[in-house]
């Protein structure tokens, strides 16, 4: 193992690491940490409502974007299959870094994103490709709905083309889950209920009462994660329901609605507005056009046609969508840099050091003995890292420090 921008006398992290014969490695040896749960979004929502459309969209457009700030090789984006791939989290803030510092390398934290196949009626009771759609949706952690709110008599709907009710429709694969989800808590918590008799069993006592409140919920025909507290998370980590997962529900318009949405994506917001559920409105076809608009290097005319739609600066609504699985996966970042890289961490929030360290390295968990920290507005402000230690405004923290977004970090371990 090797640390760039550290001398062998040092013990001091910084930069990115080249981790030899690692399993969290890409194949071109630079960790990439990726293997996390908690950084996975998957596409689930019925045939024709766009959620491929969306898929490639995501992909082409974040693909682009990062080789318009660097060259492919220093990127390590991958498309694990026609289904999955790993794009980069757009970061203005991480350009700003890096650009003080003149690093030669600036690397974007990256989620993973699934286009999940399979979901039609009776998905739960095996149809279709129904027991292989399960076992996807339960492999990720956070969900993207995408509901059809626009009208196509060119794109065939799976419910009448004539009633087209995105309510309807969401209530229609919400229907399918809550069944899946009843069959689990049906073979899960007789058992439970058994090890929770005793008192020596403390994790089955611990996640008996969780359990219970989101078989409650099904019951009423509710998602489980309209229940579910903090504490309850923090109890059950892995509570196997998929209607526990954090859920974003896509509203996919026509692209004349991208701005303000339509009455059908109205309809929707209406109702998840009742329900706590978050909702979000994005045109996945105006985003696949404007992506394919690209000249180059450079996204003029891309930003210039989306805000002929209205859409505010030219961005593409697929970063905000991006930004938002984050907030679903309870996630922020913090940086390293320095002249050979400049780089941001995804962890989770609420991390503290060690974990923190953990996400570059698994052994730093132990060894790290001391963080230092910059504030990202005071490096902004005096102009670099170096600046900032010379104004006194580098702060030591220990081992219970909890890493605050855009932290800018450089660890210490024991000898």
């Not at 903090?230 to 529900?249: G, N, S, W, Y």
Request: hydrophobic letters at 40%; aromatic letters at 6%.
């Amino acid at each position: 193992m090797r640390a760039a921008g550290r001398s062998e006398a040092s013990s001091t992290l910084i930069g990115v690491f080249t981790l030899q014969r690692s399993p969290r490695a890409s194949p071109r040896g630079h960790a990439v940490f990726l293997q996390a749960r908690w950084r996975s979004c998957g596409l689930v929502g019925y045939p024709n409502v766009g959620k491929s459309t969306l898929f490639n969209a995501i992909t082409q457009t974040m693909m682009a974007w990062v080789l318009q700030k660097q060259s492919a090789e220093n990127y390590p984006f991958c498309t694990i299959d026609p289904n999955v791939t790993k794009v980069a989290v757009a970061d203005p803030r991480l350009d700003e870094l890096a650009r003080i510092e003149q690093s030669e390398k600036t690397t974007y934290g990256l989620i993973e994103v699934r286009d999940i196949a399979g979901l039609i009626k009776g998905a739960a009771k095996g149809a279709g490709m129904g027991n292989a759609f399960l076992s996807h949706i339960r492999g990720v952690s956070a969900v993207l709905h995408v509901v059809r709110c626009f009208a196509d008599v060119n794109v065939t709907h799976v419910e009448d083309q004539g009633s087209l009710s995105p309510v309807q429709e969401y209530e229609s694969v919400l229907e399918e889950l809550l069944i899946a989800d009843l069959e689990v808590a049906s073979k899960r918590l007789p058992a439970l209920r058994r090890k929770a008799q005793s008192p020596k069993d403390t994790e089955a006592t611990r996640s008996l009462p969780v359990f219970e409140k989101g078989l409650a919920a099904l019951e009423k025909g509710e998602p489980v994660r309209s229940v579910l507290t903090d504490d309850d998370r923090d109890l059950v980590p892995d509570i196997p329901f998929i209607t526990a997962k954090p859920t974003l529900v896509v509203a996919n318009v026509d692209a004349e609605s991208a701005k303000d949405g339509n009455e059908l994506s109205g309809q929707l917001a209406d109702y998840c507005g009742q329900r706590g559920q978050r909702c979000t409105v994005v045109s996945a076809k105006l985003e696949m056009e404007a992506c394919q608009l690209r000249e180059g290097d450079s996204d003029a005319f891309q930003r210039e046609y989306l805000m002929s739609f209205g859409l505010e600066r030219g961005e593409p609504a697929l970063m905000r969508i991006l930004r938002e699985c984050m907030d679903l996966m309870d996630i922020h970042y913090y940086y390293t840099s320095g002249q050979d890289e400049s780089r941001a961490w995804f962890i989770p929030k609420g991390a503290k050091a060690p974990e923190a360290a953990a996400a570059i390295h698994t052994d730093f968990d132990k060894k790290l003995e001391k963080v230092e920290c910059w504030r990202y507005e005071d490096v902004m402000k005096y102009g670099g890292l170096a600046e900032c230690r010379k104004r006194g405004r580098v702060s030591t923290k220990g081992r219970d420090y909890v890493v605050q977004t855009a932290d800018i970090l450089e660890f210490k371990t024991k000898r």
